[in-house]
């Protein structure tokens, strides 16, 4: 059993990113100075530590979060062995078509480093991290990466911070040189000019500020004092009435308290392909991001009672644990990793699954390194583990004490937007399939699989062209499984526009027992994106409770067929009012039947449309193409948002429907020779236009008519 780390000395971080960023390079030199490897990896040779899957290696993409854990003592104070810091980290990708990997990490972590390039600035995947780690709450600090790179302007990247996403960040080092003559850093609170020596920058020298760089550092210094003495009533009175500056000591402790509670972000830069940087950004992360123990505690259900139960990060509390992603080994099987929030879990002993009101033995604990693994008696509040051969837990579920359940708040991912049909290609693939469909779906949540009886074709749905063209790949190389595939589709949706009421009435009479279900139900357009939902408000056992189900099960069923063009009903509640039952003639059966036949009855009535989804794109061109692709995206129904600089290059921010792009990266590398590029993701379902609704419904009925 390895060190026990006292609460405060743990820190749950991740890195976030738009793609490109170098956060995976990050992670890699991180990895290579608090000693957990001994050769740095290169992403362009392939041998990064962070990215084992094949796919991540030859794209030098990073698809699958990765876990490890790494320790570290600050470099400034080395003196202390009882200063050493245990950090779990876990990578995240920056591509946004594996949103879900960003999402399910945040939800578990307690502090996140965002990167960015220093070329680039705030880039629209930046803003889309942000946004998350937003919602989740999390404190965060900043790295401005690649300050080696032609072009770079570390001003122009931290202003692009200030402007687009947070007024709040604040430098804590600042770069000495740029491009091919970046040096170091200079660190604010010390004073100092930092150097990294020896072949891979392993040295760090400490020495004067160069004269020429001392005014612009008295700049950055002031306005960086005058934002820490802000935050403590009694510093500030001190500074301004007898112009006394806060010790170092007492900086990083004012510091700590304002990145926790999210009223300052430090801003840390760097390059980490050349070595420079990293040392004082993990004496950042241990200094200013939080341990379990800085954070509210976590909030929960009890699974019966639904009443609301808090833990704290305490080893003494009942066990709670949330499990945030579950991946397949090729070693070990069926991985799941999951966060401590509460208690200690000794391996061999059961835990309850409350999401699913199951038992599940723990046989193995796992601390993770990336794709090695090392073997654990326990685990305690705070650690970031895995745990393999889990039977019936997926992705969201809680894993706590059988005798104390809790239910901790699930993980929402977005619905996926494109699909294709997979066909296997010989008789043993077509056996293999659906088991190997099912594994990939329990690992992403946002890939789905559906196959229809009918026509026996199998559809796949992602969250975009990239996303599924992995999942394919991975099919075939990690379980050997050959498919062929169709042309990506659009998922689009079908919703309501207008309150209706509507009956269902089924009623069998053929000797013997008959059948009899009777409901009235209420539907009413929700909200774009709040999904279905169902209420019952029957009174006085018009409808005996144990079917209540069944008709929610009609309605759900019946949602799946659509109501125009086959596309799966949303944005839609659904109020069952009332109805009549048989006492002996009623069943499950009949009162699902009943369901579904009203739900459709009443859809129609209630102005269907059909919803399409909308992208937010960002494509970065050379100025001389920008009136060319204006054009393609007028042309393509797409509303151009804004345009502005970024360094040599301008951007354009757009919202285009998803049915529009298809084909888009082979038409802008020929617009601009090769040298655009652009980043896209889901934004929101808008109705589609009368026209190509129509064009829609069209297709849909040749479909049926060839299928009949």
């Known amino acids: 059993m390895g060190k026990i780390y006292p609460k405060e000395k743990i820190r749950d971080i991740g890195f976030i990113a738009h793609i490109d960023a170098g956060k995976t390079t990050t992670t890699e030199r991180v990895l290579f100075y608090t000693g957990i490897t001994h050769k740095i990896g290169i992403i362009d040779e392939g041998t990064t530590t962070m990215d084992w899957m094949v796919q991540e290696r030859e794209r030098g993409v990073t698809i699958t979060s990765a876990a490890t854990t790494c320790f570290w003592t600050p470099s400034y104070r080395e003196k202390d062995p009882n200063y050493e810091h245990r950090i779990n980290i876990i990578d995240t990708p920056g591509h946004i078509d594996f949103t879900a990997e960003v999402q399910r990490s945040l939800r578990v972590l307690d502090g996140a480093v965002v990167i960015f390039d220093g070329v680039a600035g705030v880039e629209s995947q930046s803003e889309t991290v942000w946004r998350q780690a937003d919602k989740y709450k999390v404190p965060r600090m900043c790295f401005i990466n690649k300050m080696d790179r032609m072009g770079v302007d570390y001003e122009k990247a931290f202003k692009s911070i200030k402007e687009r996403l947070t007024p709040n960040a604040l430098a804590v080092n600042i770069p000495i040189g740029a491009e091919g003559n970046f040096e ?22 400490l020495k004067e500020i160069p004269s020429d760089l001392v005014e612009k550092v008295e700049k950055y210094k002031k306005v960086f004092i005058e934002k820490i003495v802000e935050q403590d009533e009694k510093v500030l009175t001190e500074y301004l009435e007898e112009g006394k500056e806060p010790t170092a000591e007492k900086i990083r402790e004012i510091l700590r308290k304002a990145t926790i509670s999210g009223k300052i972000i430090p801003v840390f830069c760097g390059s980490s392909f050349r070595n420079k940087g990293i040392q004082p950004l993990l004496d950042g992360i241990v200094e200013y991001l939080p341990s379990p123990q800085d954070l509210p505690p976590v909030e929960g259900i009890h699974p019966k009672t639904e009443e ?35 208690g200690v879990f000794k391996k061999g002993n059961y835990l309850l699954n409350a999401s699913k009101s199951e038992q599940e033995r723990i046989g193995r604990l796992l601390q993770m390194h990336s794709n090695r693994r090392e073997e654990l008696e326990e685990v305690r509040a705070g650690d970031i583990a895995a745990t393999v051969g889990l039977k019936n837990t997926g992705t969201g579920d809680t894993l ?15 619905e996926p937007v494109i699909s294709i049909k997979v066909e296997p290609q010989t008789k043993t693939d077509q056996e293999k399939m659906s088991l190997v469909l099912k594994k990939l779906s329990e690992e992403d949540p946002t890939f789905k699989a559906k196959s229809d009886q009918e026509t026996s074709e199998t559809v796949i749905s992602g969250m975009g062209e990239f996303h599924l063209e992995i999942l394919v790949d991975r099919m075939k190389r990690e379980f050997n499984l050959n498919v062929k595939t169709g042309r990506p589709q659009v998922a689009y949706k079908e919703t309501i526009k207008k309150a209706v009421e509507s009956e269902g009435k089924y009623i069998r009479q053929s000797g013997g027992r008959g059948q009899y279900g009777h409901v009235l139900l209420r539907l009413e357009p929700l909200e774009r994106g709040k999904g279905f939902e169902f209420a019952d408000i029957i009174k006085g056992g018009a409808i005996p409770k144990e079917f ?10 019946a949602l799946e067929r659509g109501i125009l063009a086959g596309y799966p009903v949303s944005d839609v509640k659904v109020t069952l009012y009332d ?25 129609k009535k209630a102005d269907p449309v059909i919803l399409e989804p909308i992208m937010k794109l960002e494509v970065v061109i050379p100025e001389k193409y920008l009136g060319d692709l204006t054009g393609d995206l007028s042309s393509k129904r797409g509303s151009i948002e804004s345009i502005f600089d970024r360094g040599m290059t301008k951007v354009i921010e757009a ?35 009368f026209n190509i609704a129509q064009e829609i419904m069209g297709k849909a009925e040749s479909k049926l008519e060839k299928e009949s």
Do not use: W
Request: glycine content about 8%; charged content about 25%; hydrophobic content about 40%.
């Open 548 to 557: 209540i189900p069944a008709v929610e099960k009609g309605i759900r069923e």
């Open 400 to 414: 706590c004490d059988p005798s104390n359940p809790i239910i901790l708040e699930q993980i929402e991912f977005p």
């Open 184 to 205: 170091g850093v200079i660190d604010l609170i010390s004073m100092k000019a930092i150097y990294f020596e020896g072949e891979q920058g392993e040295i760090i020298t």
């Open 579 to 603: 109805g009549s039952f048989h006492d002996v003639d009623s069943s499950d059966f009949a009162f699902k039947i009943a369901g579904s036949m009203a739900f459709q009855d009443g859809a």
């Open 655 to 689: 919202k285009v429907p998803l049915a529009e792009m298809f084909g888009f990266a082979t038409k802008i590398r020929s617009l601009t020779e090769g040298r655009g590029v652009f980043t896209m993701e889901f934004d929101h379902y808008k109705e589609v236009p």
């Open 308 to 342: 609301k139960i808090v833990r704290h990060s305490d080893d003494n509390e009942p066990f709670s644990a949330l499990v945030f992603k579950v991946a397949n080994d090729p070693y070990v099987g069926s991985l799941s990793f999951f966060r401590v929030y509460s």
